[in-house]
């Protein structure tokens, strides 16, 4: 895999010359939304193709798949815009296989809210072990609260292959953290007996395989009896057949432009779990410090502590995709960034001649624009060097695998360049009261 910073001079057509890959697959494999208009310093992914082949009349993805010795999903993701079409068109070249060394099989997980488009869900499903479904908040008396119906997206989870977990936070409406229903779940038995309760009524009832449990605040203070109430919560969901998953966000002391972690002993919860999995520290913050979200050299100081006290084969770390744009001059607790995505991030800097900066450091990349009212603006974001780095500490630390927040929109890059390095954990031994099957 080679990955391509543009260059003064450089065009869709230059690069498509230079590595020999048709225009179109260039804009196909990396979701090009400017190919006509790139920016300096845009980055564009390169993977040769082992084998090809040319649609005829008649065929099918499983007929295809099955003359190469392959299956559909893996199709799916060599070619994820087939996944927008209702037909194959006689005459098109698909990719049957990449030029890849891949040798490891990965876990990933992509969460994402009720309300999904349903073919950015489809188009994803391919690349994902399990669907974790952001709908359900514990209460102080231990109801479930959830905010829409979802029976729709768990079926159609299962249809490709991937388990749905049920995703349960005590966060606000707000999506605020709630330390009172915490605590009150955490020291009241009753309450903690009806949550569990309640959570396994609904999970039998839509189908799900599982739940991820977001376990938020944890403190030096707290984390004995977060210990004690997960391994309430596994002998009782485990003996049910399901798996349990928890995602964490670190605490972290953030001093602009500096962070560190808090060293919790997040290793009392090992033997309860399936599944760790660390989201990124500050989790969509929109009001920190203007600065790479989840820089790389910040990451591996989480997973050097993190793969000292947790097995390895059980944590999970978070990628997010999303990028920020702060107006200057930053005032703490006052400038709220706006969230942004790498294309429109990309967008921007194309649309004004602005080349684009990247950090080594965090392996990240940026740049300062100034909008129609002349004010200037520092954005962060995510380019394809981001997340292959990211992608590439799985292998590095010996992992389970990525988590992705969120898979609200569909980033070809970053499953581009996970599909070429890792192969897809399937399950298909879980209880999810209907069959997984492999694909």
């Known amino acids: 895999m080679i990955i391509h910073a543009v260059q003064p001079g450089d065009t869709i057509y230059s690069i498509s010359e230079y590595y020999n890959i048709p225009v179109d697959r260039l804009i196909l494999e990396n979701g090009l939304t400017n190919p006509g208009n790139l920016a300096i310093g845009q980055t564009i992914v390169i993977v040769q193709p082992e084998t090809l082949y040319t649609v005829k009349a ?100 299962k249809t490709y292959g991937v388990a749905p977990m049920m995703f349960v936070s005590t966060l606000s409406e707000d999506g605020l953290i709630n330390p009172e229903v915490t605590y009150n779940i955490l020291n009241n038995l009753s309450v903690q007996d009806r949550v569990i309760d309640n959570a396994l009524k609904i999970m039998k009832a839509k189908g799900f395989c599982g739940i991820n449990i977001y376990v938020e605040n944890i403190t030096y203070e707290n984390i004995n009896s977060f210990a004690e109430y997960l391994k309430r919560v596994s002998a009782i969901f485990h003996s049910e057949g399901y798996k349990i998953l928890i995602t964490i966000t670190p605490i972290a002391n953030i001093e602009a432009p500096n962070v560190s972690f808090e060293k919790i002993d997040y290793g009392k919860f090992t033997e309860s779990v399936d599944g760790i999995i660390f989201s990124s520290y500050d989790w969509a913050l929109s009001y920190s410090y203007p600065n790479s979200i989840f820089p790389v050299n910040i990451l591996r100081e989480l997973l050097g502590y993190a793969v000292s006290i947790i097995p390895p084969e059980k944590i999970l770390f978070g990628i997010t995709t999303l990028g920020y744009d702060w107006e200057l001059p930053y005032v703490p607790g006052v400038t709220e960034a706006a969230a942004i995505s790498s294309d429109r991030a990309v967008e921007i800097a194309a649309d004004n001649g602005i080349t684009i900066q990247f950090n080594e450091e965090a392996q990240s990349p940026y740049f300062f624009h100034s909008d129609s009212n002349g004010s200037l603006h520092l954005v962060w974001f995510k380019d394809a060097r981001s997340f292959d780095s990211r992608a590439g500490l799985v292998e590095e630390y010996d992992l389970k695998g990525l988590s992705i927040w969120t898979i609200m929109r569909f980033s070809t890059q970053l499953w581009f360049i996970i599909n070429t390095q890792y192969y897809i954990e399937r399950l298909t031994e879980i209880n999810c009261q209907a069959s997984i099957y492999a694909w």
């Open 58 to 157: 008649g065929d099918t993805l499983e007929s295809i798949a099955e003359q190469h010795g392959t299956t559909t999903m893996e199709l799916l993701r060599n070619n994820p815009y087939l996944s927008d079409r209702e037909f194959l068109y006689v005459g098109e070249t698909i990719v049957i296989r990449y030029q890849t060394n891949k040798t490891r099989t990965i876990t990933t997980i992509g969460y994402a809210f009720s309300y999904i488009d349903t073919p950015i869900l489809i188009k994803t499903l391919p690349f994902l072990t399990y669907l974790s479904i952001f709908n359900y908040r514990a209460t102080n008396e231990g109801e479930i609260i959830f905010r829409a119906d979802d029976t729709e997206l768990v079926d159609l989870a």
